[in-house]
């Protein structure tokens, strides 16, 4: 199966502590960006947040264990890859890259780092914005110790524990006849159209989420919600579920704030799009392919 990006690669098991450290994967960071080894700014990108990205880049392999030094923030174990250990490490935001590494965001790095290593990295930065934020008790206010078998932070005092924070969040791509409903929010990149999005409320279905999303951001009606796939987001800490709908009434009107524009748009006259990093991409693409399938446009993509 083709994983989507920032998917668990199949040969990477979960642990949280190393019995023996040995040669390692270091996945460190500063702020969001990630420090590798990489060459010039190049290739061009399918990203509109994106200028370009490095002709290659990889991590950088060190065979001793915590080759940082003092100098991280903080230090977590992510678990094996393959027989290699992985480690994620926080430098402080004014950290120097040392000598021939760079600083890079992960939007950037997308189809040029290792795929493995960059679901990884995706991985990686989630765990330490956990981290960094759960150092202390949400309820009495103690500082928080890491549990030796369980990724969380219990507070030693009252108990309470802190689990990595997820938040599920509801795609929809809505079809009508041989149009799709795309829109846009206010921090788009200009001219980029995606699909309908918003994060699960507590207390509600995945079937609700997606009903009452698309009600309040174009104020249309849907039904035959399909399941596509799901795709892990670090941006920040996202579980994207992705559906096909179908629009069964009312007209597009844009929530204010929300929704810049929203319309519905023919298969073949499509706006700007989404990166191929992200599940709205598939998501758009494979609908589009469909629709042209059974319209019988066959010099569609
Ligand atoms: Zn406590």
Redesign the pocket.
């Given at each position: 199966m083709h994983l989507l990006p920032f998917s668990r690669p199949v040969d990477f098991e979960q642990r949280v502590a190393c019995e023996a450290p040995g040669e390692g994967h270091w996945f460190v960071f500063r702020g969001d960006q990630l420090l590798v080894e990489m060459g010039p700014l190049e290739r061009p990108s399918d990203d509109l947040r994106v200028r370009a990205r490095p002709a290659w880049a990889r991590l950088p392999l060190r065979k001793n264990h915590n080759w940082l030094g003092d100098a991280p923030a903080r230090t977590l174990y992510l678990g094996r890859l393959g027989a290699v250990d992985c480690w994620a490490a926080e430098l402080p935001e004014d950290a120097e890259a040392p000598a021939g590494m760079s600083w890079e965001g992960l939007r950037a790095l997308f189809s040029v780092l290792d795929d493995a290593h960059f679901a990884l990295a995706g991985r990686a930065v989630q765990l330490i914005n956990w981290d960094r934020t759960h150092q202390f008790?949400g309820?009495?206010g103690?500082r928080t110790e890491p549990h030796p078998q369980e990724r969380v932070r219990v507070?030693p005092?009252?108990k309470?524990s802190a689990y990595p924070r997820v938040a599920p969040a509801v795609m929809a791509l809505i079809k009508r006849d041989k149009q799709i409903l795309l829109a846009r929010g206010p921090h788009f990149p200009p001219g980029m159209y995606s699909a309908l999005a918003g994060f699960v409320e507590p207390g509600e279905s995945l079937e609700q989420c997606l009903a009452r999303e698309v009600f309040e951001e174009v104020g249309v009606q849907i039904n035959n919600m399909r399941y596509f796939a799901s795709q892990p987001w670090p941006f920040p800490h996202s579980l994207m579920i992705a559906f096909v709908c179908d629009w069964v009434s009312g007209e597009i009107k844009p929530q204010d704030g929300e929704i810049e524009e929203a319309n519905w748009f023919e298969v073949l006259q499509l706006p700007k799009l989404p990166s191929k990093i992200s599940i709205a991409r598939r998501l758009i693409d494979a609908v589009v392919a469909e629709m042209n399938r059974s319209a019988g446009n066959t010099n569609a993509v």
């Open positions: 008790c309820r009495c103690s507070c005092a009252c309470l």
